[in-house]
Protein backbone atom coordinates (compact mmCIF):
# COMPACT_ATOMS: atom_id res chain seq x y z
CA UNK A 1 0.00 0.00 0.00
CA UNK A 2 1.10 3.43 -1.13
CA UNK A 3 0.18 6.89 -0.86
CA UNK A 4 1.33 9.02 -4.08
CA UNK A 5 0.32 12.73 -4.18
CA UNK A 6 0.18 15.35 -7.95
CA UNK A 7 -1.63 18.76 -7.09
CA UNK A 8 -3.10 21.02 -9.96
CA UNK A 9 -4.73 18.41 -12.41
CA UNK A 10 -6.69 21.58 -13.87
CA UNK A 11 -9.29 19.52 -15.61
CA UNK A 12 -11.81 20.25 -18.00
CA UNK A 13 -13.86 17.26 -19.58
CA UNK A 14 -17.17 18.94 -19.80
CA UNK A 15 -17.58 20.15 -22.81
CA UNK A 16 -19.00 23.56 -21.88
CA UNK A 17 -15.75 24.54 -20.10
CA UNK A 18 -13.25 26.08 -22.71
CA UNK A 19 -9.63 25.73 -21.17
CA UNK A 20 -6.98 24.60 -23.00
CA UNK A 21 -3.67 24.07 -20.73
CA UNK A 22 -1.18 24.07 -24.14
CA UNK A 23 -0.91 27.59 -23.93
CA UNK A 24 1.10 27.48 -20.46
CA UNK A 25 3.76 25.00 -22.37
CA UNK A 26 4.10 21.85 -24.03
CA UNK A 27 3.80 19.86 -21.18
CA UNK A 28 0.12 20.81 -20.81
CA UNK A 29 -1.05 19.17 -24.40
CA UNK A 30 -3.30 16.81 -23.73
CA UNK A 31 -2.07 16.30 -20.20
CA UNK A 32 -4.78 14.33 -18.98
CA UNK A 33 -4.42 11.60 -21.07
CA UNK A 34 -0.70 11.28 -20.02
CA UNK A 35 -1.18 11.80 -16.21
CA UNK A 36 -3.81 8.94 -17.08
CA UNK A 37 -1.36 6.69 -18.38
CA UNK A 38 1.37 7.09 -15.60
CA UNK A 39 -1.81 7.01 -12.60
CA UNK A 40 -2.91 3.84 -14.16
CA UNK A 41 0.64 2.40 -14.65
CA UNK A 42 1.85 3.74 -10.98
CA UNK A 43 -1.53 3.37 -8.19
CA UNK A 44 -3.03 -0.09 -7.50
CA UNK A 45 -6.74 -0.37 -6.16
CA UNK A 46 -5.40 -0.64 -2.80
CA UNK A 47 -3.28 3.09 -3.05
CA UNK A 48 -4.06 6.50 -1.80
CA UNK A 49 -3.88 9.56 -4.22
CA UNK A 50 -3.65 12.91 -2.02
CA UNK A 51 -4.87 15.90 -4.99
CA UNK A 52 -4.12 19.16 -3.32
CA UNK A 53 -6.12 21.19 -5.41
CA UNK A 54 -6.61 23.00 -8.86
CA UNK A 55 -9.03 19.82 -9.52
CA UNK A 56 -11.10 21.00 -12.19
CA UNK A 57 -12.02 24.44 -13.99
CA UNK A 58 -16.01 23.98 -13.93
CA UNK A 59 -17.24 26.87 -12.16
CA UNK A 60 -20.08 25.17 -10.40
CA UNK A 61 -20.36 21.62 -9.38
CA UNK A 62 -22.41 20.74 -12.02
CA UNK A 63 -19.76 21.65 -14.77
CA UNK A 64 -17.19 19.49 -12.53
CA UNK A 65 -18.56 16.34 -12.13
CA UNK A 66 -17.09 15.31 -15.66
CA UNK A 67 -13.90 15.71 -14.06
CA UNK A 68 -14.71 14.19 -10.83
CA UNK A 69 -16.10 11.09 -13.19
CA UNK A 70 -12.63 10.83 -14.48
CA UNK A 71 -10.98 10.86 -11.25
CA UNK A 72 -13.06 7.87 -10.18
CA UNK A 73 -12.57 5.84 -12.85
CA UNK A 74 -8.50 6.01 -11.63
CA UNK A 75 -7.31 3.37 -9.44
CA UNK A 76 -6.74 3.71 -5.51
CA UNK A 77 -8.86 6.48 -2.69
CA UNK A 78 -8.69 9.91 -3.74
CA UNK A 79 -8.10 12.80 -1.45
CA UNK A 80 -9.14 16.32 -2.48
CA UNK A 81 -8.06 19.64 -0.75
CA UNK A 82 -9.07 22.98 -2.55
CA UNK A 83 -7.56 25.16 -4.63
CA UNK A 84 -7.94 28.79 -5.15
CA UNK A 85 -9.66 27.61 -8.65
CA UNK A 86 -11.88 25.31 -7.67
CA UNK A 87 -15.03 27.47 -7.75
CA UNK A 88 -17.21 24.32 -8.07
CA UNK A 89 -16.12 23.79 -4.42
CA UNK A 90 -19.76 23.22 -2.04
CA UNK A 91 -21.10 21.89 0.72
CA UNK A 92 -18.43 19.25 2.10
CA UNK A 93 -21.49 16.69 3.10
CA UNK A 94 -23.26 16.81 -0.43
CA UNK A 95 -20.01 16.59 -1.95
CA UNK A 96 -18.81 13.39 0.11
CA UNK A 97 -21.79 11.58 -0.42
CA UNK A 98 -20.83 11.47 -4.96
CA UNK A 99 -18.11 8.92 -4.57
CA UNK A 100 -17.22 6.22 -2.36
CA UNK A 101 -13.02 6.53 -3.33
CA UNK A 102 -12.86 10.27 -3.23
CA UNK A 103 -13.03 12.55 -0.09
CA UNK A 104 -13.02 15.64 -0.13
CA UNK A 105 -10.93 17.35 3.04
CA UNK A 106 -11.81 20.28 4.98
CA UNK A 107 -11.37 20.61 9.03
CA UNK A 108 -11.17 16.93 9.18
CA UNK A 109 -8.34 14.45 8.64
CA UNK A 110 -8.61 10.93 6.35
CA UNK A 111 -7.13 7.98 8.74
CA UNK A 112 -5.71 5.06 5.91
CA UNK A 113 -6.98 1.97 6.94
CA UNK A 114 -4.57 -0.59 8.37
CA UNK A 115 -2.01 2.46 9.04
CA UNK A 116 -1.73 4.81 11.87
CA UNK A 117 -0.95 7.36 8.87
CA UNK A 118 -3.42 10.22 8.89
CA UNK A 119 -4.18 12.76 6.04
CA UNK A 120 -4.55 16.07 6.54
CA UNK A 121 -5.09 19.47 4.99
CA UNK A 122 -6.54 22.41 3.88
CA UNK A 123 -6.26 25.48 1.10
CA UNK A 124 -3.58 27.59 2.30
CA UNK A 125 -3.22 31.13 1.27
CA UNK A 126 -0.20 33.73 1.10
CA UNK A 127 1.93 34.27 3.70
CA UNK A 128 3.28 37.03 5.23
CA UNK A 129 6.37 39.00 3.37
CA UNK A 130 5.02 38.44 0.11
CA UNK A 131 4.71 41.02 -1.92
CA UNK A 132 1.47 42.92 -1.73
CA UNK A 133 0.14 40.89 1.65
CA UNK A 134 -2.70 42.82 2.96
CA UNK A 135 -5.21 42.77 5.44
CA UNK A 136 -7.73 41.11 3.55
CA UNK A 137 -5.08 38.70 2.69
CA UNK A 138 -4.52 38.15 6.28
CA UNK A 139 -7.76 37.51 7.31
CA UNK A 140 -8.04 34.48 4.92
CA UNK A 141 -4.62 33.50 6.01
CA UNK A 142 -6.01 33.14 9.52
CA UNK A 143 -8.97 31.02 8.79
CA UNK A 144 -6.92 28.62 6.49
CA UNK A 145 -4.02 28.46 9.45
CA UNK A 146 -7.49 27.96 11.89
CA UNK A 147 -8.92 24.79 9.50
CA UNK A 148 -5.28 23.18 9.08
CA UNK A 149 -5.38 22.93 13.04
CA UNK A 150 -8.91 21.55 13.13
CA UNK A 151 -7.52 18.84 10.63
CA UNK A 152 -4.30 18.28 13.36
CA UNK A 153 -6.27 18.34 16.15
CA UNK A 154 -8.62 15.24 14.94
CA UNK A 155 -5.18 13.51 13.40
CA UNK A 156 -3.47 13.47 17.29
CA UNK A 157 -6.85 12.82 18.58
CA UNK A 158 -7.21 9.58 16.43
CA UNK A 159 -3.89 8.56 17.90
CA UNK A 160 -2.22 9.48 14.49
CA UNK A 161 1.31 8.31 14.62
CA UNK A 162 2.65 9.73 11.23
CA UNK A 163 0.38 12.40 9.64
CA UNK A 164 0.75 14.11 6.29
CA UNK A 165 -0.22 17.35 5.23
CA UNK A 166 -1.71 18.45 2.06
CA UNK A 167 -1.67 21.79 1.13
CA UNK A 168 -2.64 23.72 -1.83
CA UNK A 169 -0.22 27.19 -1.50
CA UNK A 170 3.42 26.69 -0.73
CA UNK A 171 3.64 26.99 3.13
CA UNK A 172 5.89 29.58 3.06
CA UNK A 173 6.55 32.68 1.12
CA UNK A 174 9.01 33.20 -1.79
CA UNK A 175 11.86 34.11 0.71
CA UNK A 176 10.80 30.77 2.44
CA UNK A 177 10.59 31.99 5.21
CA UNK A 178 8.65 30.50 8.64
CA UNK A 179 5.00 30.64 8.78
CA UNK A 180 1.90 30.55 10.84
CA UNK A 181 2.00 26.94 8.67
CA UNK A 182 5.14 25.67 9.27
CA UNK A 183 4.67 26.33 12.91
CA UNK A 184 1.68 24.59 12.76
CA UNK A 185 2.98 21.74 11.05
CA UNK A 186 6.12 21.23 12.93
CA UNK A 187 4.21 21.75 16.20
CA UNK A 188 1.55 18.80 15.87
CA UNK A 189 4.80 16.83 14.27
CA UNK A 190 3.81 16.13 10.45
CA UNK A 191 6.46 14.34 8.78
CA UNK A 192 5.27 15.27 5.20
CA UNK A 193 3.95 18.15 3.91
CA UNK A 194 2.86 18.27 0.19
CA UNK A 195 1.76 21.34 -1.69
CA UNK A 196 1.17 22.53 -5.81
CA UNK A 197 -0.01 26.14 -7.10
CA UNK A 198 3.60 26.40 -8.34
CA UNK A 199 3.67 26.25 -12.43
CA UNK A 200 7.00 26.89 -14.44
CA UNK A 201 10.46 26.47 -13.78
CA UNK A 202 10.24 30.12 -12.74
CA UNK A 203 8.04 29.64 -10.22
CA UNK A 204 9.36 26.17 -8.87
CA UNK A 205 12.03 27.47 -6.99
CA UNK A 206 9.80 29.95 -5.31
CA UNK A 207 8.54 26.56 -3.36
CA UNK A 208 10.87 25.51 -0.36
CA UNK A 209 12.18 21.75 -0.86
CA UNK A 210 13.66 19.41 1.91
CA UNK A 211 13.42 18.86 5.81
CA UNK A 212 12.40 22.23 7.59
CA UNK A 213 12.23 21.88 11.47
CA UNK A 214 11.79 17.77 11.31
CA UNK A 215 8.96 18.59 8.67
CA UNK A 216 9.68 17.17 4.79
CA UNK A 217 8.27 19.75 2.58
CA UNK A 218 7.01 18.27 -1.56
CA UNK A 219 6.44 20.38 -4.06
CA UNK A 220 3.66 17.58 -6.41
CA UNK A 221 2.60 20.59 -8.92
CA UNK A 222 1.62 18.60 -12.06
CA UNK A 223 4.15 20.16 -14.38
CA UNK A 224 6.78 20.02 -11.74
CA UNK A 225 6.14 16.13 -11.24
CA UNK A 226 5.80 16.22 -15.48
CA UNK A 227 2.25 14.30 -14.77
CA UNK A 228 3.85 11.95 -12.81
CA UNK A 229 2.02 10.77 -9.28
CA UNK A 230 4.74 11.21 -6.53
CA UNK A 231 5.21 8.27 -4.53
CA UNK A 232 5.48 9.65 -0.72
CA UNK A 233 4.98 6.51 1.37
CA UNK A 234 5.34 2.87 0.51
Given at each position: ??I???G????????????P???F?????????????????M?????T????????W???????M??F???H????????????H?????????M??????????Q???????????????T???I??????F???D???Y???????????????????S??I???????????????????????????T?VY??L?G???F???Y???????????????Y?????K????
Amino acid sequence: MSIFAIGDLHLAMDPRIEKPMDIFGDLWTDHASRVKEYWDEMVSPEDTVLIPGDVSWGLRLDEAMADFQWIHERPGQKIITKGNHDLWWNSINKMNRMYEDILFLQNHCYLVPGTETAICGTRGWICPGTEGFDEHDRKIYDREIIRLRFSLEEAKAAGASDIIAALHYPPTNDKKQLSGFTELLTEYGVRTCVYGHLHGKDAFSNGYEGILNGVEYRLVSLDYLECRPKEIRR
